[in-house]
């Protein structure tokens, strides 16, 4: 898919960055991260100088980064272009002739005070909260949330706005006699944004220097994770790069989102993923070739120490004879979730002898797994439940014949016990060939996408080799 030449370049590029990043750290951080005003679900990355969406050259790159320092803001140059849709506001023309308070809300607050805050009494309070729709939701109030008052010039209240984030908004307006109240969400523009480097020591610190913040470094680590150990397998020189998303409200960035697409290199090899969201609205990462990037199951249903392993010759700890170990053993403390080492239909939930409280999952026609010693199940798991992989099946407890609060966790193939460490684990389910087509189309666009974005990295990380 890239071919090595492309990638030896990428190698220098980065070489050459981060040498100058240690004479200069502000001019030249920003060749690290780039956003663009791309497409992204239309992939469009046309490369055409006339596209509004493509107004970024290395040479404003490199402005943006000199007047702002360490955070480039490259796409403010992008804001106003046509082609955005304008951030939705409150009906201008009733703004126009209301009076709006706005107030903090602080600990301590309560309906009545900010009303009584406002000018409004509590019969007027009232009156607000029987409203219709959504208005009584407004008995809910969180220190930190923002709550305006709108007055007509007659001193009258015409609405009450409580804007919880900066999504969501409840907003109750007055509607010829009585009020009525609606949540409004607002959808943040996302945008997608580039970040690429090479370890030296972790993939966190790489990450951190590449501007990546600790959830997209996560969460970079468990797309690859699956075949990658990256405390063990990782070695200096690997490198990364990622696409994902920058969430903007009215042209300002708020948050990040999602990968949208991700390449290591671990010890010269490529590994790519790309977020793909089929026919049916699941999404998941997949390599190009339409491969899962995840297996069918979790390696550990649990991120906890391994107590007792797998051992068909073990002497039991409370019998004291020869009992095989038929599973593995996690410490946790009480409580801590279980999560279904791979998707399928609980077999079994309930109270089973030395067990304890257990769940037990079918997946496809020969695997089972066991989950024992909970001290409680999972929401709504139950007989015949479809379960997804990931998710909290049960909490860890000491329930049945136990030493202590653990996780007991078996793994079996046609009803005999493998360890679940070593086991050969199958890979998730592929595209399925009817979805083929769409994907190779989607695919495509994204690894475009993913290759514009590298050259303009690229340009930018010559361009200030100077
Ligand atoms: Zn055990």
């Known amino acids: 898919m890239f071919p090595k030449t492309h990638i030896t370049i990428a190698a220098a590029a980065t070489v050459v960055v981060t ?21 992204l679900e239309q992939g469009s990355v046309s490369d055409s100088g006339a596209s509004p969406l493509q107004a970024i050259t290395p040479d404003s790159t490199a402005e943006a980064a000199d007047s702002k320092g360490l955070e480039p803001d490259v796409t403010a140059k992008i804001d106003h272009q046509p082609g955005f849709s304008a951030p939705e506001q409150p009906a201008a023309p009733e703004q126009a002739t209301l009076d709006w308070q706005t107030f903090e809300i602080k600990s301590g607050d309560t309906l009545s005070s900010l009303f009584r805050e406002a000018g409004f009494n509590d019969g007027i309070m009232l009156s607000v909260i029987h409203g219709e729709g959504e208005a009584e939701k407004l008995q809910r109030l969180y220190a930190g949330e923002t709550i305006r008052f709108a007055t007509t010039r007659d001193g009258s209240l015409a609405a009450v706005e409580l804007q919880r984030n900066l999504l969501e908004t409840l907003r109750i307006a007055k509607d010829g006699e009585n009020f009525t109240g609606e949540t409004q969400l607002r959808k943040p523009e996302a945008r997608p944004a580039f970040a690429s480097g090479t370890i030296d020591g972790s993939l966190y610190l790489a990450a951190r220097e590449a501007g990546l913040n600790d959830r997209l470094t996560m969460e970079l680590a468990g797309i690859f994770g699956w075949d990658i150990d990256f405390v063990y397998d990782v070695r200096k020189g690997d490198q990364f790069e990622v696409v994902y998303e920058e969430l903007y409200l009215d042209g300002e960035k708020f948050d990040t989102g999602r990968i949208l697409s991700a390449r290591f290199v671990n010890r010269g090899e490529e590994n790519l993923a790309l977020l793909y969201t089929d026919s049916e609205g699941d999404s998941d990462y997949y390599a190009p070739d339409g491969k899962s990037m995840r297996k069918a199951f979790l390696r550990t249903p649990i991120n906890a120490r391994i107590s007792s392993p797998f051992n068909l010759q073990r002497r039991h700890p409370v019998l004291d004879v020869v009992r095989p170990h038929e599973g593995t053993d996690y410490a946790a403390p009480p409580g801590s979730p279980i999560k279904a080492a791979g998707s399928g239909r609980v077999k079994f939930a309930g109270w089973k002898g030395g067990y304890g409280r257990t769940v037990v999952l079918q997946h496809g026609d020969n695997i089972t797994t066991l989950y024992a010693h909970m001290s409680r199940l999972g929401k709504g798991i139950k007989n015949g ?18 030493t202590g609060p653990h996780l007991h966790y078996e793994f079996r193939v046609n009803g005999s016990p493998r360890n679940s460490r070593t086991v050969k684990l199958p890979d998730a389910k592929p595209i399925p060939p009817s979805e083929m087509a769409r994907f190779k189309q989607f695919t495509n666009q994204r690894v475009a996408q993913f290759d514009v974005f590298r050259e303009r990295y690229q340009q930018v990380a010559l361009a200030s080799d100077d």
Not at 20 to 33: C, D, G, H, Y
Not at 385 to 402: A, E, F, L, Y
């Open 19 to 39: 040498a100058a990043i240690l004479m200069s750290p502000s001019s030249n951080v920003e060749a690290k991260r780039m956003s663009y005003a791309l497409d």
């Open 385 to 402: 439940t479809r379960v997804k992989q990931g998710q909290t099946i049960g909490h860890v407890g000491s329930s049945g014949m136990v």
